[in-house]
């Protein structure tokens, strides 16, 4: 699966869990975080498409998603 698509099927995959993922510049790794009750996914925009999916697959690996249909390429990232 190419990197644009994998970033979608992360984007996807967010939804789902009613977690929103925020692009955003600056001098930091990015990850999840809860604010106010809110799930969030921080990942640099700066970085290479490559790094964000791989922040994004750190991210999902420490919640639970063991209730959803993950594309066998996701699931891999994740765990």
Do not use: W
Request: some cysteine; overall charge negative.
């Amino acid at each position: 699966m190419k990197p644009g698509q994998l970033f979608e099927q992360f984007e996807k995959l967010a939804e789902k869990m009613d977690i929103k993922i925020i692009q955003d510049k600056g001098d930091f790794k990015g990850g999840y975080c809860l604010l106010e009750k809110e799930g969030i996914i921080v990942v640099n925009k700066l970085n290479p498409l490559e790094q964000r999916i791989q922040a994004l697959g750190q991210a999902f690996s420490s919640l639970d998603t063991s209730h959803l249909y993950l594309k066998p390429a996701i699931r891999e990232l994740i765990e």
